[in-house]
């Protein structure tokens, strides 16, 4: 393997760290995808909701899996990819997203966050809720959007009485029907499903896509692939220890995007080391950097370290750009 400097690995590495890295799960997030656009008369997909044929609304998606996963990703790249969803240019708009909903999660919030992402910012004189809908309504018709996004959907529960939530289920039902409708996708943690519960329409109005955890047996073709081309990327040799993947899936919770920025953060050090091979003491000494765990705890040295509880350590890993 060619020596290249540190300089040039740790650039590589930065150029890696924003590469997607697809799965089968984008498969299964197209299809969805796929099911919520209207077909022409040949049976093709056009850039447009799909209607029910009884009620003449869109439908929507709720997208499922624990903090960490990496659905965000997977969502935006989707929406960012798809050939039906490319903007023609200024006022076409056919998806937009909102990095998470807004705080404190009210209907009169929202309405004004979505506003804001199709570009119109002028909301002063104080309007009144009804009146900021009837603009969202009119933009997303104007710019032809198809899509409208929310991350963090499990959110807009938040701590909201019943009433509340039942006015927020009645806004987006509202996206989903009449002229201009579009098909609303909700991303979050498991949680959002009670989203759902509280209005049996609404609850059959959206589609549910969830994502199991990663398997260190059924994935392990996956994430070894994952590790060597990620090493490839920076011109270090693959790890060798037989044990590191199953570590390094239950250090990451058993998620996806934690496991790559868990092994992004752990290059990072093998590379400033002037290291030939990423190996397991590197992902050891990320890990006490993170968890601020004693040795007997670290997963990467501990002899009982499957037996290590991370229950309590819910919160996501994050790398120096503060991803």
């Not at 040799?237 to 752990?266: C, Q």
């Not at 006490?288 to 919160?315: M, R, T, Y």
Request: glycine content about 8%.
């Amino acid at each position: 393997m060619t020596q290249i400097s540190v300089e040039a690995q740790l650039a590589a590495l930065d150029r890696a760290a924003d590469k997607y890295i697809p799965t089968e799960r984008d498969d299964q997030f197209l299809l969805r995808l796929n099911r919520l656009l209207a077909r022409d008369s040949q049976g093709k997909s056009i850039a447009s909701p799909r209607k029910d044929r009884g009620t003449g609304d869109a439908q929507g998606l709720f997208i499922m899996e624990a903090a960490g996963g990496g659905k965000t990703s997977l969502v935006k790249h989707g929406l960012k990819t798809h050939p039906l969803l490319q903007s023609k240019g200024e006022g076409h708009m056919p998806w937009i997203m909102l990095e998470a909903a807004p705080s404190p999660a009210t209907t009169k919030a929202l309405g004004i966050e979505i506003l804001a992402k199709t570009g119109y910012t002028d909301v002063s004189g104080n309007p009144n809720e009804q009146k900021i809908w009837r603009l969202v309504k009119h933009r997303l018709a104007l710019l032809n959007t198809v899509f409208v996004c929310i991350d963090e959907g499990h959110d807009l529960l938040g701590t909201a009485s019943a009433v509340e939530i039942r006015n927020m289920q009645k806004r987006l039902k509202n996206l989903m029907q009449g002229e201009g409708a579009v098909s609303v996708i909700l991303v979050g943690i498991g949680e959002l499903g009670h989203l759902a519960a509280y209005d049996d329409q609404i609850n059959r109005r959206y589609q549910k896509l969830s994502f199991d955890d990663i398997s260190p047996v059924r994935d392990e073709r996956l994430l070894k692939g994952i590790l060597h081309t990620l090493c490839a990327e920076v011109g270090i040799a693959a790890p060798k220890e037989p044990d590191l993947v199953e570590r390094l899936v239950h250090a990451s919770r058993r998620r996806f995007g934690w496991f790559i920025k868990n092994t992004l953060r752990a290059l990072e050090i093998a590379v400033e080391a002037g290291a030939c091979r990423l190996k397991k003491a590197h992902f050891a000494e990320d890990w006490a950097i993170q968890e601020v765990a004693e040795v007997g705890k670290n997963v990467f040295l501990s002899n009982a370290w499957s037996k290590i509880d991370l229950s309590e350590k819910p919160l996501p890993p994050r790398d120096k750009k503060g991803r």
